[in-house]
Each structure stands twice: as structure tokens, then as C-alpha cells.
């Protein structure tokens, strides 16, 4: 069964520095995403992402963050400058047309991101 | 502010035990719903849809009503590995592109 991958799985960083995570989505979708969820809170919307560009944004993510997909297959989430409050569990997630009007998403196991 | 609100629980329950979980939603423009499931440190997978009439699968039924902005999960004969934290979804309608709007959850404990 097709899956949305993500790297890396856990990630420590010191305050300040720049983090890349990494996703693959299912192939044949088009609408990507990221949520995140802080520890013992709710799953949040970050951003979604489609035809190479931003389609809606919380307001979690505010200019520290940024997407992209640089090659296709790729989708990441860059924080610029890490803060501890960004410490949580970063999910992608893809859907494609169908299940996009539904509201229907994908997964990924998520990448786990600890700010000290 | 659209929330979706669920009593955090937990459930403790004994196997083959029914159960049922609440959930309601704020913004009276959402038209899908969702359970999903989660384990612990795992990421949330959908369990199923929520339709209008109310929908089965398995042991597991939906319900939705829409004037009152509730949405229910029932789990009958309850397995141990049922136990997990049941999340409630709804779709902004807002977002042209379906973002959705989770509850915080519903944990579930079933125990021999």
C-alpha cells in the first residue's frame, strides 16, 4: 500500500538553527500538507500546498516557516530559526483530488523535532 | 474560532465492552467528518468517514446530526487493540482546500 514517508524521524537542535524536514508524498497526489502536534495537544494545520504553491496557512506558520518542493517528489517544511516552542511531531500528509474535497489525508509517521 | 471539542477521557473499559464517544463542532459550515485513530507517538489514521444517515463498519458505527453539531462513535465488543486515542475531524469549509480541524481526542483503554 502506497505511504507518505517522512525524514528525518527525530530530530534534536539547539535554539536558533535552521531545520529541514523531509516528505514523500504518495505519488499520484497533489495536495500536500503539514500539521504538527505538540505533545499532549490536538493536531494542528500548518499549511497546505498545491501546483507549487501555498494554497492556505494557519497562523502557526508565520515567516520562520517555509515549504517547497524542489524536485517533484520532495515536499519539506524549513523553520528558519527554531524556537523551543517549535518542539513537536511534524506530519505531512497528501490527499489527491478526490479525497482532497473530502477532506480525506494521508499520513506520514511524522518527524519528531525537539528544540533545546 | 472553529473548534471541535471531545471529552479527553480516558475510557477504561473491559474487552468486549461497548462504548461511545462524543464529539461537537463549532463551525454549523463543516460538511465532512471524521474519525480518526491514533496510537500513541503515531500518526493519526483515518478509521472512517462520517455520514448523514449514519454509517457502519464493522464494530464500529458514526453518527451525525447536524442541528445539534454532534458527531458519535460507537465501538462494539471492544478488542485490546482498540485502545488508542480516537480523534474527532471535521473539514474547514472556509479553506478552499479542505484543511481540517481536529479535537484534541478521545483516549481509549481496554483492558482484559
Known amino acids: 500500500e502506497p505511504e507518505v514517508t517522512q525524514t528525518p524521524s527525530h530530530q534534536v537542535t539547539q535554539m536558533g538553527q535552521e531545520v529541514i524536514l523531509r516528505c514523500v508524498p504518495i505519488?499520484?497526489?497533489?495536495?500536500f500538507y503539514w500539521y504538527r502536534q505538540i505533545l499532549g495537544q490536538k493536531v494542528e494545520f500548518l499549511v497546505s500546498?498545491?501546483?507549487?504553491?501555498?494554497?492556505?496557512k494557519s497562523e502557526i506558520f508565520d515567516d520562520q516557516f517555509s515549504v517547497e518542493r524542489p524536485d517533484g517528489s520532495n515536499f519539506t517544511l524549513k523553520i528558519r530559526s527554531t524556537k523551543l516552542e517549535d518542539s513537536a511531531m511534524y506530519f505531512c500528509?497528501?490527499?489527491?483530488?478526490?479525497?482532497?474535497?473530502?477532506?480525506?489525508?494521508?499520513f506520514g509517521e511524522g518527524s519528531r523535532l525537539t528544540v533545546l | 474560532r472553529k473548534e471541535v471539542e471531545q471529552d479527553p477521557g480516558p475510557f477504561n473499559v473491559p474487552e468486549g465492552a461497548t462504548v461511545a464517544f462524543n464529539c461537537t463542532y463549532s463551525n454549523s459550515a463543516s460538511q465532512s467528518f471524521f474519525w480518526y485513530r491514533q496510537d500513541c507517538r503515531k500518526e493519526p489514521k483515518l478509521l472512517m468517514s462520517?455520514?448523514?444517515s449514519g454509517n457502519e463498519d464493522g464494530r464500529f458505527t458514526a453518527q451525525l446530526n447536524r442541528a445539534s453539531q454532534y458527531i458519535s462513535l460507537l465501538i462494539r465488543d471492544s478488542k485490546l487493540s482498540d485502545s488508542a486515542t480516537y480523534l474527532c475531524?471535521?473539514?474547514?469549509?472556509?479553506?478552499?482546500?479542505?484543511?481540517?480541524?481536529f479535537g484534541k481526542g478521545t483516549m481509549l483503554l481496554v483492558s482484559p
Open positions: 500528509a497528501s490527499s489527491d483530488y478526490q479525497r482532497m474535497n473530502t477532506g480525506e489525508l494521508f
Open positions: 500546498f498545491y501546483n507549487n504553491e501555498i494554497s492556505e
Open positions: 475531524v471535521v473539514n474547514n469549509p472556509d479553506s478552499g482546500y479542505s484543511t481540517l480541524t
Open positions: 505519488s499520484n497526489h497533489l495536495y
Open positions: 462520517v455520514y448523514s
